[in-house]
């Protein structure tokens, strides 16, 4: 069976792909709460080298923590840099380390790199209470995108390509921020988990090997307007 890697593979969308894809991949799941630490660049090396003839690799983890209740909004002008390099450490250069160890150890294969719609169009301030997105977000998610086309255009014996996703509805959301959300999206509502497999299956099926250096989004229509 062939094997593919998901990064951030414990998380709700990760999950939700390695049960879509497990009759059809050998999945290896790499995550943060197994022990994975995708910043260590050691780490990642010696799991590429050990883990070779990969089909595919999803990039899908992700330095994007949540606002804590009652926290007071801070100017984005007022972020410390440190805060904004934890985001680019995580979002930009651990993701091209993993893709670099992944063409480095393989003659071809298939790689989807996951941004998010905050990387394609500025947030929408005014959904959030109390809360900015953090700028450090945005930057580092444009640059997986640039990336992308980049490897794809260097490395044509590979499918690279990004899965642009908007947000994903979860239970515990505060009910006035989806509400304003879904204001603000075409289909006036949030991504259900399961709505997120099938442009990933369609990147990883042969069907799609003239599709490389380019973006699919999954996002309700929030960047058509």
Not at 129 to 145: A, E, P, Q, R, W
């Given at each position: 069976?062939?094997?593919?890697?998901?990064?951030?593979?414990?998380?709700?969308?990760?999950?939700?792909?390695?049960?879509?894809?497990?009759?059809?991949?050998?999945?290896l799941s790499l995550d943060i709460s197994l022990g994975h630490d995708l910043t260590d660049?050691?780490?990642?090396?010696?799991?590429?080298?050990?883990?070779?003839n990969l089909y595919g690799l999803i990039v899908l983890h992700a330095y994007n923590p949540l606002p804590l209740k009652n926290t007071t909004k801070i100017e984005p002008i007022d972020y410390s840099l440190?805060?904004?390099?934890?985001?680019?450490n995580v979002n930009v250069i651990s993701a091209f380390d993993v893709c670099r160890n992944f063409i480095?150890?393989?003659?071809?294969?298939?790689?989807?790199?996951?941004s998010s719609?905050?990387?394609e169009v500025s947030p929408k301030h005014h959904i959030y209470?109390?809360?900015?997105?953090?700028?450090?977000?945005?930057?580092?998610?444009?640059?997986?995108?640039m990336m992308t086309k980049y490897l794809a255009t260097y490395y044509p014996d590979f499918n690279i390509n990004t899965v642009i996703l908007g947000g994903v509805y979860q239970e515990d959301f505060d009910v006035n921020f989806v509400k304003r959300y879904n204001e603000n999206t075409p289909?006036?509502?949030?991504?259900?988990?399961?709505?997120?497999?099938?442009?990933?299956?369609?990147?990883l099926k042969e069907e799609s090997s003239y599709v490389t250096g380019t973006e699919i989004k999954v996002d309700g229509g929030w960047t058509a307007w």
């Open positions: 069976m062939k094997k593919l890697v998901i990064t951030g593979g414990e998380g709700l969308i990760g999950t939700k792909l390695k049960e879509y894809f497990k009759d059809k991949f050998e999945v660049e050691d780490f990642v090396k010696k799991f590429f080298a050990k883990n070779k440190n805060e904004i390099k934890d985001y680019l480095k150890n393989n003659k071809k294969g298939r790689i989807i790199n996951v719609l905050y990387g209470d109390n809360f900015t997105k953090h700028i450090g977000y945005s930057l580092s998610k444009s640059s997986v995108v289909l006036k509502r949030m991504m259900n988990v399961n709505e997120v497999t099938s442009c990933f299956d369609f990147l």
